[in-house]
């Protein structure tokens, strides 16, 4: 068969299309290059990440040779957002880390130890931190994060319904809550409740255990340790709250305005974080100004514990440009960036001089937060302890819907917690044998 | 011979795309499951183990694997079904030689197939909310009480394959139209001859005439439902109870949130052999249906 | 029953049927003109008592839909463009050119055609990764630049097209690549429109695959940033009404312009395949 042109030639053209093809893919592939021009990547998580870019507008007047990109993670995608950033290495130059998670982030080794920035800063001075705070970013004697806020959780209660049904102060053990529950439930009838433990979160349930005496896990975190009695002491006391309607089995987004129906009355009891103290300022009507307060977490004896909550500011290592992410996060730690915070979105300042400065001291809201602080815990330090916590907000689902017992919720829990450390045990043990 | 090469040439980019990233990876994917590929493996290839079938006996354990099989088989069983009834319903009504403006209907029932599954996700998820969504005003003029369709765990799954009805029907309407059109004339005068009536006509002459179709689009709408993912991420985040975690959520959660990479890979491959399975017995029922 | 009866039966249930599919999509575009709160009422509004622009403004000013809608339109647009390419040309080989293995090759890309794309997700994430292309286009593109679909599609087609016309052209001498340039493209346009649409609107619409891929924000397609915005303004449904049109409304418009090839498409693969 004549064939004049060789279809060598001929498939040339064609990889010529297929090679442009390939320089479209670069050349769009382009911007995901770090270079030192690029900007300084921040990345923030939830309502911090919408104010962030404020924030950091003063830095850049004051640094203009420091560009800075702001990104805002969602609160409930954050966690698996950062692990794939991760995997991908994509993960920014400085972001804010729950503080539970930086036991995790040091044992990918994705953390820049900050000793060294630390001893060398004016700015970020150890110790006007409160210690319990700071000390939660440590792990095996090293820094790896500065705190940025605290975050603990606590009652905001209905001053005038518990009024109502003749109580002047709010409980200080678990007895006293619980007649003041009952109370309350017999004088809201069956349309409305005591209390609002949202089945989403996993905080309320925490924090239970946490205020009794025996660790989470353990064995050096090689193990779950939930089916001892303490924690089921705490997990039946959650339980009584739905089976006796104190609280409607019910997730935040359920509730569709937490604010709202906290003002008609709807719940009585909310156990939650600092930044709603602007949020109920912001919403409630002018009439119930009065009507509502803080208080520190009833114990099961008296006054208990609560989470060592909070995010830290952290560097990447796989972040090229130390030295501006330090210098950021040096002037997000100033108490005037901290106060403007707390203004912004009322997140509590982790030192004491930005305690001292701020209009905190003034409000009453924040004072149960203040006495908190005093007395709170950190969670087991361990890299799977985000998962741990999912799993246990499951089994406090699966409890209060009656799915499963007290007991054998936590012995099924036990059993997943330790095949989730599974992976650790034998790490630990590889460690060990090698010494 | 020189056109010999040039096939190759033709067929070499396609070829070359479809190796490096379809099949390496499926079989990839295979040997992934038999490690306990992790965070830790992630960080440090040293703390990588060959596990073998470990990890599809863990599977065959763990409580929430068979509960996101039981969901997925259930939103199969219930969705399957009641898609292919509609379309077959609509594509008759359609069809039908006394329906008026038929390719203005065509086109609005085939309209929910184009949208995008995460917008329509979110836009459902508002029809359907307990308190102000339209299919709770609707149910109230029959005296129905408002139904928490997506925080009661029973009627999550059910609100879930609402949704996924709706958007699909249309795709297998068009292809059922296409063989209804095919089937002849004479088949539907013969019977009438025969004093065939209306149903008897359906279930004699269509039926039979759309047997191999409807096979076919039974297994295309199958698989596509063991597939779901993006409708749960969207309304209900495999909630309440995780009734409506789905087998690939799961292993979306495993692998991409928790990063048990070698755990996600026997989730993929389990569904995937499910999967086979699955359409091989259909079309065997199928064909000795045919030959009897 | 009478003709008469049957068409008024007929015919209802026809509108009946119509007015239930497009319900979802009428509210969703009448809820996206209310403010703020105006659709959390009982009973539900069905229309705005003051039609507004806020959300689309709120959506394009505050949380970047501009950004959002180019990365989509860019990302499935390359994806279109090279699958053209790349499937033609397979598809044309399979069809009309003669190569060792070819069958055996075929054979094997149709038994590939029952194994879901998930099953490749894991170690897909490994290979870009190794490549650098983690949260970049390219890294999105990836899994739909080809597809075994699209080359059966075209490959179909192609059976149809006479061999003679080849065959004359080649003893006119003209090479293969000249061939398929000048020959075999214009005869296949027609499915080079349907393959273009299917893939544009597969693309536009993919979830899973972006979702995990692309980790930078800016980077991120329409239904990534709406999945991610629903989650946090879960009251906001007038807003959220707003994005899915933004969503929506160009593949319906692209659907409605195109349908014939698309649904050309659909009949291709599902009656024949």
Wanted: net charge positive.
């Amino acid at each position: 068969m004549p064939i004049r042109h060789s279809p060598v030639v001929a498939v040339t053209r064609r990889t010529a299309i297929a090679g442009l093809a390939g320089t479209l893919i670069a050349a769009s592939s382009g911007c995901a290059r770090r270079t030192p021009h690029d900007p300084l990547r921040l990345w923030a998580i939830g309502r911090e990440g919408d104010i962030a870019a404020q924030l950091v507008d003063a830095f850049v007047a004051r640094n203009p040779h420091i560009a800075v990109e702001v990104q805002k993670m969602p609160v409930t995608a954050a966690h698996e957002k950062l692990l794939t950033a991760y995997a991908g290495d994509t993960l920014p130059d400085v972001c804010t880390l729950g503080n539970t998670w930086v036991p995790e982030f040091q044992a990918l080794n994705a953390l820049q130890p900050l000793d060294e920035l630390i001893a060398g800063s004016s700015t970020v001075d150890v110790r006007d931190y409160f210690s319990g705070i700071f000390e939660s970013n440590r792990v095996d004697g090293v820094i790896y994060g500065v705190p940025w806020y605290v975050d603990t959780r606590l009652l905001y209660y209905r001053r005038d319904i518990l009024q109502q049904v003749g109580f002047g102060a709010p409980p200080r053990s678990w007895d006293e809550w619980a007649t003041m529950m009952a109370a309350i439930k017999r004088q809201v009838g069956p349309q409305r409740y005591s209390a609002l433990l949202p089945l989403n979160e996993y905080e309320p349930l925490v924090v239970l255990g946490l205020q009794t005496p025996t660790e989470f896990l353990r064995d050096g975190g090689r193990y779950g340790n939930f089916s001892n009695p303490d924690f089921r002491r705490a997990l039946k006391f959650y339980n009584d709250m739905f089976l006796k309607g104190w609280a409607p089995r019910a997730s935040n987004t359920q509730i569709s305005n937490v604010w709202d129906e906290f003002g008609n009355g709807y719940f009585s009891f909310y156990i939650s974080g600092p930044w709603n103290i602007a949020e109920f300022k912001k919403r409630l009507p002018a009439k119930l100004k009065d009507a509502w307060m803080t208080a520190p977490m009833p114990g099961p004896d008296g006054p208990g514990m609560s989470s060592a909550g909070g995010a830290s500011l952290v560097i990447f290592k796989a972040s090229q440009r130390t030295a501006d992410a330090w210098k950021l996060i040096e002037y997000l730690s100033e108490p005037a960036t901290q106060q403007r915070l707390y203004q912004l979105i009322g997140n509590m300042p982790p030192r004491r001089a930005t305690w001292q400065t701020s209009d905190l001291v003034q409000s009453p809201y924040a004072l149960a937060f203040h006495e908190q602080l005093e007395r709170v815990r950190s969670p087991p330090k361990v890299p799977e302890w985000e998962r741990i916590a999912q799993e246990l907000r499951l089994m406090g689902e699966r409890v209060v819907m009656q799915r499963v017992t007290v007991e054998q919720g936590t012995a099924q829990l036990d059993a997943k917690v330790n095949e989730i450390l599974t992976k650790r045990r034998w790490l630990l043990a590889r460690k060990s044998g090698a010494k | 011979m020189n056109r010999s090469h040039a096939g190759w040439w033709f067929a070499a980019p396609s070829l070359l795309v479809l190796a490096l990233f379809f099949f390496v990876p499926v079989l990839a994917a295979f040997a992934m499951s038999l490690t306990d590929f992790d965070l830790y493996a992630l960080t440090d290839l040293d703390n990588l183990r060959f596990v073998g079938f470990e990890n599809y006996g863990a599977l065959l354990r763990e409580p929430l694997f068979w509960k996101s099989l039981g969901n997925t088989f259930y939103f199969v069983l219930l969705g399957v079904p009641l898609s292919l009834g509609l379309s077959l319903g609509a594509a008759m009504l359609v069809n039908s030689r006394v329906a008026r403006w038929r390719n203005f209907f065509r086109t609005v029932y085939f309209a929910p197939v184009v949208t995008t599954l995460v917008a329509v996700a979110v836009v459902w998820r508002y029809i359907l909310h307990t308190r102000y969504g339209f299919l709770n005003y609707m149910l109230s003029w029959f005296g129905i009480d408002g139904i928490d369709w997506q925080g009661d765990p029973h009627w999550a799954m059910p609100s879930i394959v609402l949704l996924a009805v709706w958007k699909n029907f249309g795709y297998n309407m068009i292809i059922l139209l296409a063989a209804l059109q095919g089937i002849p004339e004479d088949l539907y005068e013969a019977a009438r001859i025969d004093g065939a009536t209306g149903w008897q006509l359906f279930r004699h002459v269509t039926l039979p005439s759309l047997a191999p179709v409807l096979t076919l689009v039974s297994i295309l709408t199958m698989t596509g439902y063991f597939q779901l993912f993006a409708e749960p991420y969207v309304m209900t985040e495999g909630g309440p109870l995780q009734s409506t975690l789905s087998v690939l959520y799961f292993m979306f959660e495993e692998g991409f949130k928790w990063w048990s990479l070698g755990r996600a890979s026997a989730v993929a491959f389990l569904l995937f052999v499910l999967m086979f399975a699955i359409t091989l017995l259909q079309l065997r029922l199928t064909r000795r249906e045919v030959r009897q | 029953m009478t003709r008469r009866s049957r068409t008024i039966v007929v015919n209802s249930l026809l509108v009946i049927g119509a007015v239930f599919t497009a319900f979802p999509l009428l509210w969703m575009v009448s809820v996206s003109f209310m403010p703020t709160g105006a659709a959390s009422h009982f009973p539900p509004p069905l229309l705005p008592d003051h039609p507004t622009l806020a959300n689309y403004r709120e959506l394009f000013a505050n949380h970047s839909a501009g950004r959002y809608m180019a990365n989509s339109a860019l990302i499935a647009t390359l994806a279109t463009c090279i699958s053209i390419v790349l499937n033609t040309m397979a598809g044309y080989a399979f069809a009309k050119l003669r190569f060792a293995g070819r069958e055996r090759i075929f054979g094997l890309l149709l038994g590939a055609l029952v194994i879901p794309a998930q099953v490749t997700m894991i170690p897909l994430f490994a290979i870009v990764k190794s490549l650098g292309l983690v949260s970049t286009y390219a890294g999105a593109i990836i899994p739909t630049m080809t597809s075994i679909f699209g080359i059966f599609l075209v490959r179909q087609y192609t059976l149809a097209l006479p061999d003679e016309l080849l065959e004359a052209a080649r003893i006119d001498g003209a090479g293969e690549a000249r061939i398929f340039v000048s020959i075999v493209m214009p005869l296949l346009q027609p499915i080079i429109v349907t393959l273009a649409i299917l893939t544009f609107l597969a693309t536009w619409n993919d979830f899973m695959w972006p979702l995990i891929v692309l980790t930078d924000q800016k980077l991120h397609t329409l239904p990534v940033a709406l999945a991610g915005l629903s989650r946090e303004h879960v009251q906001d449904n007038e807003l959220m009404m707003a994005g899915s049109v933004i969503t929506i409304v160009p593949v319906l418009i692209l659907f409605l312009a195109m349908q014939r090839y698309y649904i050309a498409g659909i009949l291709a693969g599902g009656v024949k395949g």
